[in-house]
């Protein structure tokens, strides 16, 4: 079992931190020099090619970070392996692209290593106090399949400088304060949470608009991956937390990813086809700066954040005021903006 006491989490913070600050600027390097750049296109808001390794920093802070702070086990191991081989991908895919369904296959090869080898699924999960027990096969699946579907999730999100590795940050450190809160510090999933935190804010330090870096499919990918699994470990203690709480942290990109589907099945498109129609696009739509759309969402995502700190508090009757304000927001975004429904008056500007 691991040890984390005050002190601890300020020497990972700072040792993950800085090591990621330190590579971030030898990843943009390389990928100058190897060309896994982001080229601008109508869909993207950048005017000059951008490198886009920095998932490789985050990733290099993350090994760091276990290294001199993790301890060994099945667990451990398959998080490695699995860890490696989306990022291993997504570098692939930074230099030359390769086609969806191959890294979807990648994707999904990670997701069954951890969830067979490192035997880490959901067993029960604890919703408004009752707990329900995962029979199989279905246990096995829905793990594999939130492990997947949040890799796509945060790859999504990484659409405005900042945004997915900020999202991320937020997530990371909820974990960490609901642990704090709740005394709670010898788990897998929390050191995790605190070594991903500090190696997240030293590549956010480069991709805060305006960025000098993208993090690319290697960093959105391994981002997506050690939310899932941690959220996974999260769900084996289930007084720690539940179903609740890791979806709430994350339910703006869900939103976001869900409505997409939506918005593209009503116009005949293919799931997977791009348009500029995301939640961070309505922003920028009305007139608000990438920067200022970035705090937005960040904004956005702390509240939801909020409403899972009170929730494991014990304090459902706040978070719930909380949720119900966020919702109306979000319904509000829905009608006023092109994010479902293109609305006529836009189209006439078109």
Known sequence: MLEVNDVNILYILLVTFVT??????????????????????????????MPRLGGVAIYGAFVLGY?????????????LIGSFLVLFMGVVDDISPIRAKYKLIVQIIASLIVVFYGKIYLTEVSVLGLNFVMPSPLNYILSCLIIVSLMNAINFMDGLDGMASGISAIYFLTIAIVAYVLNRFGGLDIMLAIIMLGSTLG??????????TFMGD????????????ISLLGFKVTTFTSLIIPFVILALPIFDIALSIFRRLLKGQGIAEPDREHFHHQ???????????????????????????????????????ILILLILLLLFIVLKTDILFEHSKNKNKK
């Open 20 to 49: 990621s600050l330190l590579l971030v600027p030898i990843t943009k390097k390389v990928a100058r020099h190897i060309e896994a750049l982001d080229y601008p296109n109508e869909r993207k808001i950048h005017f000059k090619p």
């Open 67 to 79: 290294m001199l702070y993790g301890s060994n086990s099945s667990q451990m191991l398959s998080i």
């Open 203 to 212: 590549f956010l330090v480069y991709n805060f608009p305006p960025a000098s």
């Open 283 to 321: 922003l920028l739509k009305m007139k608000f700066s990438p920067k200022t759309s970035v705090i937005i969402i960040y904004l956005i995502n702390i509240c939801f954040a909020a409403v899972s700190i009170f929730y494991a508090l014990g304090d459902d009757r706040f978070a719930l005021v």
């Open 218 to 229: 290697c960093g959105s990918n391994f981002l997506g991956f050690m939310i899932s699994v």
